[in-house]
């Protein structure tokens, strides 16, 4: 066990995570409709990255003390993180698709789960609110439990019926639909609902052209604006579409 595992037991108080965060988890991986998705965690330093930004400097910390004393665990936590999340995506995912979950997935969620931090002392004062902690290893489960807490609230809360995926089934990015119809379909107009518009106007003007040569060949071709030229998602660098993750400070 590494120096920074035997670790004595010590405390923290976690801010009470949004629901969104565990979608900001999932959402590192995307195009994930396509045959080579886009990985943005791609190795320890990374993760330890999107930990300080979505979670909060303590966390990160952690995974640098334990990177730098024993770079095999940090990989190991690493790998265990990324299993992690597709798991929680496949169970997200199943929400949205209004599938059936397996067995499987819901003890994994259930083990995950368990694995944390309990949640039961409250810190209402002084600020910074949240759940205080007591820590007794650096692991996948202390660092990734707000985002699990995240996952579970948004599953068992009023929050699901929002959960949406993305229209555009090459992007496949989870959100919350925060429209008042509740009728918002893509991750961002700028990023999928644009191209899918792109794509409905060329295939009308094709099947105008297709209906009457002649006067298609007349009108110079016009391509509605900010779209992209074809359609094709990959000609256009991915905007990350309204992000949640924010920056939390510990205590
Ligand atoms: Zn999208």
Redesign the pocket.
Same mark, same amino acid.
């Given at each position: 066990m590494s120096p920074a595992a035997r670790a004595a037991p010590r405390q923290r108080v976690i801010a009470a995570p949004p629901p969104t965060l565990c979608l900001d988890f999932v959402n590192t991986r995307y195009w994930r409709g396509r045959s080579a998705p886009t990985e943005t965690l791609v190795d320890v330093a990374s993760l330890a990255g999107w930990l300080q930004g979505a979670v909060d400097a303590q966390a990160a910390a952690g995974l640098k003390v334990l990177a730098r004393s024993d770079a095999g665990a940090a990989r190991r936590l690493f790998d265990t993180a990324l299993e992690w999340r597709e798991s929680l995506h496949g169970l997200l995912r199943a929400i949205v698709d209004a599938s059936p979950l397996r067995a499987t997935e819901v003890e994994a969620f259930g083990r995950m789960l368990h694995a944390t931090p309990a949640r039961h002392d409250p810190v209402l004062q002084p600020e910074p609110a949240g759940w205080r902690v007591t820590m007794h290893r650096l692991d996948v489960a202390e660092l990734l439990a707000p985002v699990l807490w995240s996952a579970a609230d948004l599953a068992l809360g009023s929050a699901r019926a929002r959960l949406r995926c =993305? &229209?555009?089934e090459a =992007?496949? %990015?989870l959100f919350l639909d925060d429209s008042k119809a509740g009728t918002r379909r %893509? =991750?961002?107009m700028s &990023? =999928?609902g644009n191209r899918a518009k792109a794509r409905r106007h060329g295939l009308r003007q094709r099947e105008r052209a297709r209906a009457d040569p002649a006067a298609a060949a007349a009108r110079p071709p016009r391509q509605p604006r900010s779209e992209a030229p074809d359609g094709d998602a990959a000609a256009v660098p991915f905007r990350a579409?309204r992000r949640s993750g924010r920056s939390r400070s510990g205590p």
């Open positions: =993305c &229209a555009n =992007c496949g %990015w %893509w =991750c961002s &990023a =999928c579409p």
